[in-house]
């Protein structure tokens, strides 16, 4: 394996890990500042993100998922990960790199793990991508009764005529089979949070319900998207 | 006055000002820096390129710098000077009222100057904030949770010694609380920006009014659901408004959001000075239309009416400020600057 199959190899791991509140990946989002794999295997990542207060626990989270991700290529022979200009850089990259818990690495400062913080943040994403699939679907004449009874298995099988149909449904049936009895083909393909079927008879107010998380999402992409580039300019990174 | 190429007038209360010292003498560490730097960021983030200022004039500015950007290009007629202490990172404050109160002494018709409180102050804050009623008659006040003091990285709205400071602003006739949430608090496993202790405090003290700086963002979606159950929680645009220029689309959305949520009555026009200038965001606030697809989705509607609501209307009320008693206030005293 040369260096650059491993360094892809790599990238691949990153996309896979999500800026937890903004619902997209470090590589999507140009967190990712720089990239090594050195004679030794050892991966070298160093991470920048929009502003030198963006929340810690967050910043802990993508860190520790992103060196948990690496080390799960059977090549690597250790991973650093470096948060550059961060309040907390110096204690998220020690607690990192020591492979402590949150709860280790801010031992005076957390009261509990970040479960249910990371939780929370997965419900709002279920909500946001279930708003972006439903309304491609209902543009393409879905009415929301069709909706309500489809099944996660018709809704796999529509040949969408376009690429981001497709992008929506994987992204939704992901966060579906987050949820309860999501896993399964035959359930129903759209549900709310807590499993029970789309109110049909409140629609539009369901419908406002999850547009909410959508637009703050959206908004807050777009926010640390022109901060990042305030800040480090243009460069999308490797 | 700001008055549309359509004829139609608009008197406009910037719910948001400063006048800050962010410069590299005043401040005390890194974090300091860092604070500047970060607002500095949001500047060009956000502002048309004519608009960006060179770093050193960002990081301080004159009194007459800022009422001529205000008053003179800004097409302001009134605005509201929001103190951030941060006494922690900059040597003699980034912000103070003290600060603040320079512009009120230089230019008393066009400011409504706020104070602060900090519920960590216990007793000596409870003082200072009767001191600040004494001195400069305040009818509001700016909270920022996220300021660090000492060991200490935030505090929240629900925490005992607060519900303290905000009785005590019921006694002094401090009507108005704005707040602003920000990046850090205590314990760090939960979500910083959560907006669930205002909903507390809104419910606890129905004869306050809590203005929401930043609509709650990144919380857009938690704040419209507590201001929906809370009366007396209003929305400050500064941060949201500015994506007019770079981002129309999200605005739309933002706003027609808002105006679903809350109505035009709830909502505030903040620039948010000096992060950006209120010329270019009032010329394309007043331009702006939703676009029809955004309309039918909400069902809600950015009419000349609301405009005038969220510019100035909503401020005067909140403010128990006459808007024709004050148009002529300015105009003698602007007829008085000009004979001196």
């Known amino acids: 394996m040369d260096k650059e199959a491993k360094l892809s190899a790599v990238r691949a791991k990153l996309a896979a890990v999500l800026d937890p509140e903004l619902d997209e990946s470090l590589t999507e989002l140009g967190f990712i500042e720089s990239l090594d794999v050195d004679a030794d295997d050892r991966v070298h990542v160093r991470v920048r993100l929009p502003t030198y207060w963006c929340a810690a626990n967050f910043a802990f989270m993508m860190a520790s998922d992103a060196r948990e991700r690496i080390a799960e290529l059977p090549w690597v022979n250790g991973v650093t990960i470096d948060l550059a200009e961060h309040f907390y850089s110096e204690r998220i990259n020690q607690g990192v790199q020591q492979g402590s818990s949150f709860v280790a690495a801010f031992a005076d400062e957390a009261s509990a793990e970040l479960d249910e913080l990371r939780a929370i943040f997965r419900a709002k994403a279920f909500e946001r991508r279930q708003h972006e699939m439903m309304r491609y679907l209902m543009t393409r004449t879905y009415s929301p009764e069709a909706l309500a009874k489809m099944t996660v298995e018709e809704l796999s099988a529509i040949a969408f005529d376009d690429a981001e149909g497709d992008r929506l449904r994987r992204r939704y049936l992901e966060a579906r089979a987050e949820r309860r009895d999501g896993a399964s083909s035959k359930t129903k393909a759209f549900v709310q949070l807590d499993g029970s079927p789309l109110p049909l008879d409140k629609f539009p107010d369901y419908l406002a319900r999850v547009r909410r998380s959508w637009l703050a999402t959206q908004v807050n992409g777009a926010m640390c998207r022109s901060l990042l580039e305030a800040r480090y300019g243009g460069a999308k990174g490797p | ?340």
Not at chain 2, 209 to 232: K, M, Y
């Open chain 2, 1 to 340: 006055m700001y008055k549309a190429p359509n004829g139609e007038e608009f008197f406009i209360i910037d719910g948001h000002v400063h006048l800050w010292d962010g410069s590299p003498e005043n401040q005390r560490n890194i974090h300091g820096a860092q604070f500047i730097n970060c607002f500095y960021d949001y500047h060009k983030a956000l502002s048309p390129a004519d608009y960006v200022w060179p770093k050193p004039k960002f990081d301080r500015y004159s009194p007459e710098t800022m009422y001529n950007d205000l008053f003179v290009e800004g097409y302001d007629d009134m605005a509201v000077l929001l103190p951030t202490y941060l006494t922690d990172f900059y040597k003699n404050g980034f912000n103070t009222t003290e600060q603040n109160s320079r512009m009120k002494e230089l230019y008393p018709e066009r400011f409504i100057l706020n104070g602060a409180f900090d519920p960590r102050d216990g007793e000596a804050g409870l003082d200072y904030l009767e001191s600040l009623v004494d001195k400069y008659k305040i009818k509001g006040v700016k909270l920022y949770t996220a300021e660090w003091r000492g060991e200490s990285k935030g505090y929240k709205l629900s925490d005992p010694w607060a519900q303290r400071y905000l009785e005590k602003c019921e006694k002094l006739g401090i009507k108005n609380i704005h707040v602003h949430k920000g990046p850090t608090i205590l314990p760090l496993n939960r979500d910083a920006f959560d907006v669930a202790d205002i909903d507390d405090a809104a419910t606890s003290f129905p004869n306050l009014n809590f203005i929401v700086e930043h609509v709650g963002l990144p919380r857009l979606d938690d704040f419209c659901w507590i201001a929906v159950q809370e009366p007396n929680v209003y929305g400050g645009l500064a941060v949201a408004i500015p994506f007019i220029h770079s981002r129309p689309g999200y605005f739309a959305h933002v706003i027609s959001e808002l105006l679903f949520w809350l109505g035009e009555d709830r909502l505030v026009y903040a620039s948010d000075y000096a992060i950006w200038h209120p010329r270019w965001i009032i010329e394309k606030f007043v331009a702006f239309e939703l676009p029809d697809e955004v309309r039918k989705e909400t069902g809600v509607n950015l009419s000349t009416q609301a405009k005038k609501k969220i510019l100035g209307e909503n401020l005067a009320r909140l403010y128990g400020l006459d808007i024709e008693k004050q148009k002529s206030l300015l105009k003698a005293s602007g007829q008085k600057r000009a004979a001196s």
